[in-house]
């Protein structure tokens, strides 16, 4: 393999462009899709733990909550309560793949509009939600919008930056995910003191960044990529001079021009995939995105306010400390923006399962030997539990958090990119939704073992990323096949005949 000292996943190393203003006012308007989804991510935790919301949708729960001598692990064990989180990514993971079609004929730009006013539609009826029904139908739209902004922002960052800055502008979509699970803890923090209808506060606000988005996607370019695939070569390229901010961008034009050109010789990208040699980053894509949601992060981020109140602090500590892991959270995945096109994707990856692998262990030790089915653990021990978790937070933050969503776009040839993105975005809702919906009973069946349950799967993935992901950092998009091609166990579905079997089929 030829040394190519570019940055992540550079499709061609050598091209003439800066980060302009505009770029950077682009990424930043479109990187609140990633905002929308980490606010969904966050608050619904918050909300759940709020007396007022539970007795307004879930007396049960509530009337559980009240006696002491209830089972700690099991108390907010409700199936309906955490189909009011876990709603959303089923619907999502549906929404996923008629987004990829979306974004493919009409356009990234479009795509995260349609996103931005299923967000809008879907808050208005949980904020306004008097009954169950309305908040999970709300719930739903609000996976519509995640599945629709989640294919098409990142898509979006990585066909706009220059080559050399693809991996960080890439996980600014990560960084604003995190700032939104920030900002949720931030209201909930505030919301859960405003009675009784705080709950409707925490929920409502997500408004803002969502018409944020609708009305500052009008101000934004459709990127040129889309644009030649759409044939509209001419418009594409006055872009490309834009965002470039030179009027040298005639070898991009052309590169971008033949990729969409071998890219159009695929009739059928999903059957594609479906190919041999789309196996590899078919296959790393969707399990890393498995294994991001088995690291047990959103058993953290949707309950911890639940799981904090578990381990004994009242209701306000427990919405504070999650303030706390997610400020851990936001400037853990600015350590990733900065190393990963320096130490690379596998040592985070593997670094992370060491330190992730520690602390759910502890974590698991301290539950087994100390909390039991009622009281509480020590002051002590609690803060020990969170700090635990802040730096389990930590790890996650700078490795399967931003590399799950960087590397499925990194490792797609430009004929399967989309179709392949989209099996990332719905493996990683499909997971969501049954961490959401399970986690909770998880907790009051298996107690403490649930943290030894997601260090098992921390163990298995570290050995899946030592063995089977091959490091991306400076290759460049479209030299993928040689990487697959010298991997150890890859190579053997990058067989000749397997091209040329392709090519026929064309
Ligand atoms: C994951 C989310 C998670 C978040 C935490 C994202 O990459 O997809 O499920 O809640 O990171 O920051």
């Known amino acids: 393999m030829p040394a190519v000292v570019v940055s992540n996943g550079g499709d061609v190393p050598h091209f003439e462009g800066k980060i302009t203003f505009y770029v950077i006012l682009c990424v930043i308007i479109a990187a609140f899709g990633g905002f929308l ?6 608050i619904s935790g918050g909300v759940t733990s709020m007396d007022d919301f539970l007795k307004a949708f879930f007396p049960e729960v509530y009337e559980r909550k009240q006696h002491v001598q209830e089972d700690n692990y099991c108390k907010y064990d409700d199936e309906f309560l955490q189909l009011f989180t876990s709603s959303l990514y089923i ?5 996923s793949f008629a987004a990829s079609r979306v974004c493919t004929v009409l356009g990234r730009k479009p795509t995260m ?3 931005s006013i299923f967000f809008i539609i879907g ?3 949980q904020a306004g939600g008097t009954n169950i029904l309305m908040l999970v139908f709300g719930r739903i739209i609000l996976g519509f919008g995640v599945g629709f902004a989640n294919q098409a922002v990142p898509l979006f960052l990585s ?3 220059p080559a050399k800055m693809r991996g960080a502008l890439n996980i600014c979509f990560q960084l604003f995910i995190t700032f939104g699970i920030l900002m949720a803890g931030i209201i909930n923090y505030f919301t859960s003191n405003v009675h009784p209808h ?9 408004g803002v960044p969502a018409l944020f988005l609708l009305l500052g996607s009008l101000s934004i370019c459709e990127t040129p990529t889309s644009l030649i695939a759409q044939g509209k070569n001419e418009e594409g390229k006055a872009i490309l001079v834009k965002i470039r901010g030179t009027d040298n961008v005639q070898p991009e034009y052309e590169s971008i021009v033949a990729a969409c050109e071998a890219a159009r010789l695929v009739k059928d990208p999903f059957k594609k995939l479906m190919k041999p040699s789309s196996r590899p980053p078919l296959v790393i894509a969707i399990l890393l995105q498995i294994f991001q949601q088995f690291t047990g992060i959103n058993a953290i981020m949707f309950y911890a306010p639940v799981l904090f109140q578990t381990v004994g602090f009242g209701s306000n500590a427990a919405l504070l400390s999650t303030v706390i892991t997610g400020l851990v959270n936001v400037v853990s995945t600015g350590v990733s923006i900065y190393a990963v096109d320096r130490a690379g994707r596998k040592v985070l990856l593997l670094e992370s399962c060491v330190q992730m692998f520690i602390t759910q262990v502890v974590i698991g030790a301290i539950l087994l030997i100390d909390l039991k089915p009622t009281g509480a653990l020590n002051g002590k021990e609690a803060w020990v539990v969170v700090i635990l978790v802040c730096v389990y937070v930590m790890a996650f933050a700078w490795s399967w958090g931003p590399l ?5 776009s990194e490792i797609f040839p430009l004929e399967t990119r989309t179709a392949g993105y989209a099996f990332a975005v719905s493996s990683n809702m499909l997971c969501t939704f ?14 403490a073992g649930i943290f030894f349950f997601f260090a098992g799967w921390i163990l298995v993935m570290g050995l899946f990323a030592l063995l089977f992901i091959p490091e991306t950092k400076g290759i460049p998009i479209d030299s993928m096949f040689e990487i697959w091609k010298q991997h150890w166990f890859w190579k053997r579905f990058m067989t000749e005949d397997e091209d040329e079997d392709d090519k026929v089929h064309q």
């Open 37 to 42: 989804f980490g606010y969904d991510i966050g």
């Open 91 to 95: 619907a999502a993971l549906i929404a």
């Open 113 to 115: 509009q349609i996103a």
């Open 123 to 125: 808050v208005a009826l």
């Open 159 to 161: 066909e706009l930056a």
């Open 198 to 206: 705080g709950w409707r506060i925490s929920l409502g606000l997500a």
């Open 404 to 408: 799950g969503w960087l590397i499925p």
């Open 434 to 447: 049954l961490i959401a919906q399970a986690f909770l009973s998880m907790l009051c069946h298996m107690k």
